[in-house]
């Protein structure tokens, strides 16, 4: 294995970004590991020589060029990891884009004339494809992403930053990959299944039991992990262990199921959020609670051979 001077990873206030801090610290290989989050009293990282935490904003650019300017560029970082993304529906619009997709936009440009910096690395979702009846059930990179007007902000901005990375490939000096992962089923994550999955009662609509792909935090932070030494760009999907029917995902959750009439899904979830609150809008859903959408890992594991090996903690 080549050794990597160092490694930025932002983000890691989230179980995402805090367990690949900690898998980057066990590889011997990694000289050295930049942790970046707004907030040190959100973070709970190890004590290290070869960690070195700095609480920064990504939405603020100045601050963003200190970063890589100064520590980066002091520590030989060699490879940029962005993890960061707005996990919640409900948070305020103009706010979340601007972090979301302005911030992936700036860093990108920052990271193109930095002097040690050589691969960019970007942690994208499986919610930028579109899922419809007539489109194939295994999704790969060359799938249609969902680039309606209408669909919610939640999912364009995740679109607009992932096609904010893929328009630089071929273009940049740097080395460019964007990994489309599955769902990451785990607390922390703004995981809308997690969510769903939550209630005491998990609605389902009439005739429709789509095959969901779900993703476990030790494979997601093993696919990222690999993109550090990968010598290839491009984008990549992470799919999960897990394929299966919605209501086996609600069965293994322990949760009673109920099939209702797909009109009365979305007022049934709109009282749900106003009587208990939560983050799980079936809007957002309503397509893949209806049709299956599986992404297709080939093209990860042929290259970068990475392929998933652990199962999500099923409670049942």
């Known amino acids: 294995m080549t050794p990597v001077r160092g490694v930025l990873v932002t983000g890691v ?12 610290l066990d590889d011997p290989d990694i000289g050295h590991v930049i942790a970046v989050a707004p907030r040190p009293e959100k973070v709970a990282l190890p004590e290290s020589r070869r960690l070195t935490f700095l609480p920064v904003e990504l939405n603020k650019e100045r601050r963003v060029h200190d970063l890589l300017f100064g520590p980066a560029r002091e520590l030989g970082v060699e490879v940029v990891i962005h993890t960061v993304f707005v996990g919640s529906p409900t948070r305020d619009s103009l706010s979340a884009h601007a972090l979301n997709v302005d911030a992936t ?34 999704i ?44 990451v089923l785990a607390p922390g994550t703004g995981s809308q299944l997690f969510d769903y999955l939550e209630s005491p009662i998990c609605f389902r609509p009439m005739g429709f039991d789509p095959m969901l ?23 990549f999907n992470i799919p999960g262990a897990d394929t299966l029917p919605l209501s086996l995902a609600v069965r293994k959750w322990g949760r009673p199921s109920i099939a209702v009439p797909g009109g009365l899904m979305t007022p049934l979830y709109r009282w749900r959020t106003r009587l208990w609150g939560g983050d799980f809008r079936y809007g957002m859903n309503r397509r893949r609670f209806h049709y299956s959408g599986v992404l297709d890992g080939r093209r990860a594991r042929d290259v970068l051979g990475w392929q998933p090996s652990s199962s999500v903690e099923w409670p049942v």
Not at 13 to 24: D, K, M, Q, T
Not at 113 to 128: D, G, Y
Not at 213 to 230: G, I
């Open 140 to 183: 790969a990179e060359d799938h249609p992403l969902n680039l309606h007007p209408g669909a919610p902000q939640f999912v364009r901005d995740r679109v607009e930053a992932d096609l904010q990375a893929c328009v630089r490939m071929g273009l940049s000096s740097l080395q460019i990959q964007v990994l489309r992962t599955a769902e």
């Open 13 to 24: 206030e989230a179980p995402v970004g805090e367990r690949l801090v900690r898998r980057l």
């Open 105 to 138: 936009r700036a860093l990108l440009a920052l990271c193109e004339r930095h002097p040690t910096i050589r691969r960019f690395v970007l942690r994208s979702f499986s919610e930028v494809y579109q899922i419809e009846a007539d489109l194939p059930v295994l």
């Open 213 to 235: 792909n779900v993703l476990s935090l030790p494979d997601v932070t093993s696919a990222l992990h690999a993109s550090v030494r990968a010598t290839e760009q491009g984008v």
